[in-house]
């Protein structure tokens, strides 16, 4: 039998709740037996597989049973040195991946389009961040990823970085020649971290991209739960060379998640991997027909354009759809949801629609998403929207102020038109995606209040920005 079948946590599990046991250990619940009585119907069958630690479940933080066994079947999977179950999400991922690799004071080479995680990480690490602008596609409005040749000019500038992190895919799905970037880092000895947070999946090989993992980088953080049929906050992280101290990365995970995990957000991963380990060509072949026919359906829709990937190249699981009227993409979220279609982002044009991971004969309703979509904008004339900004790519920068003198500084706030030339007083990020627009400790441009201002014209959330509503920012006064 192959292994890839065995979904050793889940079937521990089911194991135990199968001995009708008594319960005078954590957690309250009792096994579902105690809990509010109005929820308790719809909760019980999922507080049965809410553990602990028990006899023949095995510990997160030192494996040896079950665990231990979906973990290395994970890593076997992946082909990887070391897979690690996360319950705290990528975000603990993320951190623990930086943290394990850098000190203070370590130069570390950054994708500017990173997600917020990496950003507390090295701040955490009172690390020295190099932030490497990423592309900009004209037709998506969007950022994508680093190219060769900033990142050559990066470390040609910077030969003592201990690190570089990068974010592939981009959370639209778009990917770029990471290989080419992980080979330059590697003629240099510097290790290559990717937040893969949307690619758990790539490994599937065509249509999807190639993985961060295929193509050599040396440590990589997934979110199940983003594309694959795992429990919100599921994440995993592989080590995938030499370059890596397992012990480092197991000592941080420790540290940093919580020392009584949820089984049951484990059990998820189990079974997620599992589900992947069997994902067969007649299932990629039925999910190609379903999105292809779900795009199909959208382009006949006047008022929105369905973006293709330049050279075809991206995940399949997402479709961005771009206004081709006076509505801004929120604009057009909000028409959606009237309508109960509930998407993952949206930006002052596009609107982010993530497609599941069929197999063969699962059913999802894409007919009917694309009917009530229709509906939605059956008023709407075509008028594409005209603003355009000035994107820079190719810069490379660092903090005004580095992390460890941040804690010292004056704040005052200021009109947001006003504040360019200034040093940023907050870290303001545009949520979703979660990537900052503008960071604490960085010099404020007018591209940076151009793109802020456009975000709140169009209805953007942000976190972070706390006087925003009453068209003020924060900025550090340096004299």
């Not at 509930?342 to 497609?355: K, Q, R, S, W």
Request: net charge negative; aromatic share 8%.
């Amino acid at each position: 039998m192959n292994k890839q079948n065995r979904i050793p946590l889940y079937e521990a599990l089911i194991e135990h709740n199968q001995k009708k046991t008594i319960s005078f250990h954590v957690p309250g619940h009792k096994s579902g037996a105690i809990f509010h009585q109005q929820a308790q119907t719809i909760f019980q069958d999922i507080l049965k597989m809410d553990a602990t630690e028990l006899t023949g479940l095995d510990d997160l933080h030192s494996p040896e049973g079950v665990i231990k066994e979906a973990e290395e079947l994970l890593a076997d999977l992946y082909q990887v040195k070391k897979s690690f179950f996360l319950i705290n999400g990528s975000t603990v991922g993320n951190l623990a991946m930086i943290l394990s690799v850098c000190e203070k004071d370590d130069v570390i080479l950054v994708q500017r389009n990173c997600h917020k995680s990496v950003l507390n990480a090295l701040k955490l690490a009172k690390a020295r961040p190099v932030f490497l602008e990423p592309d900009y596609h004209q037709d998506w409005k969007t950022a994508t990823g680093v190219s060769k040749e900033i990142v050559g000019k990066a470390i040609s500038l910077y030969p003592k970085a201990k690190a570089m992190i990068l974010t592939y895919p981009n959370y639209y799905g778009m990917v770029y020649d990471l290989k080419s970037v992980i080979d330059l880092a590697h003629l240099h000895n510097i290790p290559v971290l990717v937040d893969e947070a949307h690619g758990p999946h790539f490994i599937i090989g065509e249509p999807f991209p190639a993985s961060a993992i295929q193509l050599g980088a040396d440590m990589v953080v997934q979110s199940a739960h983003k594309t694959l049929p795992a429990m919100t906050m599921g994440s995993y992280l592989h080590i995938n060379s030499e370059r890596i101290y397992i012990n480092r990365v197991r000592e941080y995970l420790q540290i940093l998640q919580s020392s009584s995990p949820s089984y049951v957000i484990m059990a998820s991963l189990d079974l997620a991997r599992n589900y992947l380990a069997t994902y067969e060509q007649r299932d990629i072949a039925y999910l190609q027909r379903e999105i292809a026919h779900f795009k199909k359906e959208l382009s006949t829709i006047q008022s929105i354009k369905v973006l293709e990937y330049p050279d075809s190249l991206g995940d399949t699981l997402k479709v961005t759809i771009q206004s081709r009227s006076k509505l801004s993409g929120f604009e057009l979220q909000k028409r959606f949801e009237e309508m109960g279609i509930y998407t993952e982002l949206a930006d002052p044009f596009n609107v982010l629609l993530v497609l599941p991971l069929l197999k063969e004969n699962q059913d999802y309703p894409f007919l009917e998403a694309s009917r009530k979509i229709k509906a939605a904008l059956a008023d709407v004339p075509i008028h594409p929207l005209e603003e355009q900004l000035n994107i820079y790519t190719g810069t490379i920068s660092e903090l005004s102020i580095p992390y460890d003198k941040l804690s010292d500084v004056k704040k005052e706030a200021v009109v947001i038109s006003e504040a360019a030339g200034h040093v940023c007083g907050e870290t303001i990020i545009p949520y979703p995606p979660g990537i900052p627009l503008l960071l604490i400790g960085e010099l404020i441009t007018e591209e940076k209040i151009n793109q802020l201002i456009q975000l709140m014209n169009t209805g953007a959330r942000f976190q972070g920005g706390s006087f925003l509503d009453k068209n003020l920012i924060h900025i550090i006064r340096t004299s």
